[in-house]
C-alpha cells in the first residue's frame, strides 16, 4: 500500500508571556538608544541586546507544527512566521507502544511509566477532541493534534498498520 507523504500543519497557540517580552525588548531598545543619545553612548549596547531578544521573541510568536508521515515515519517540524523551518524529530513508528487519543482508558497501561514527554500540539484547547499521545518503545511520549482530512487519513493508514497500537475510541 503506497501512500506517499501526507502532511498536517498545526497552529500553535499564541503565548501570551512571549507577546509581553516581544513588547517589552522593543520598548526597552528605543529606551536604550535614546539615552545613548542623551547620558552615554554606551548604552547602545542594551539596546543592541534588547533588540535580539525581540527578534527571538517575535519569530517565536508565530509558531507552527508540520507533522510529515513518510514509510512508517513521523516526521516533527516547528515553523517559524511561516518562514523558518526547524526538523525537531523523526520518528519510527514501527516502535510505536501506543497511539491513542488524550485521555482514553487505552493510556492506562503507560499512565504510571516514567515517559518524557514532548509536546506539539497547538496547545488550544479547541483541538482537544483531536489530541493524541503517541507512546514509542523508547519511553518517549509525543503529543500530537490530528486536525483535518490527512491527520484522518494518518491515523487510518497508522490503524492498518498496527491494529493493536493505535485505538480512536
Not at 9 to 14: A, T, Y
Not at 146 to 163: A, C, H, K, Q
Amino acid at each position: 500500500m503506497e501512500t506517499g507523504c501526507l502532511e498536517v500543519i498545526v497552529k500553535r497557540k499564541p503565548n501570551t508571556l512571549i507577546k509581553l517580552m516581544r513588547y517589552g525588548a522593543i520598548v526597552l531598545a528605543v529606551c536604550f538608544c535614546l539615552l545613548s543619545f542623551l547620558v552615554h553612548f554606551a548604552m547602545i549596547v542594551p539596546a543592541v541586546l534588547c533588540a535580539v531578544a525581540f527578534y527571538y521573541a517575535w519569530l517565536e510568536s508565530v509558531v507552527d507544527y508540520e507533522y510529515v508521515y513518510v514509510d512508517k515515519e513521523l516526521r516533527v517540524a516547528k515553523i517559524q512566521q511561516k518562514q523558518r523551518r526547524t526538523e525537531l524529530g523523526v520518528y519510527d513508528l514501527s516502535k510505536t507502544e501506543i497511539l491513542a487519543p488524550q485521555g482514553s482508558r487505552h493510556l492506562d497501561a503507560v499512565k504510571g511509566k516514567d515517559l518524557k514527554v514532548i509536546d506539539y500540539s497547538s496547545g488550544d484547547d479547541d483541538n482537544k477532541a483531536f489530541r493524541y499521545e503517541l507512546v514509542l518503545e523508547d519511553g518517549t511520549k509525543l503529543i500530537l493534534d490530528m486536525i483535518g482530512e490527512y491527520g484522518d487519513e494518518i491515523l487510518s493508514i497508522l490503524r492498518t498498520y498496527y491494529p493493536r497500537k493505535v485505538f480512536r475510541d
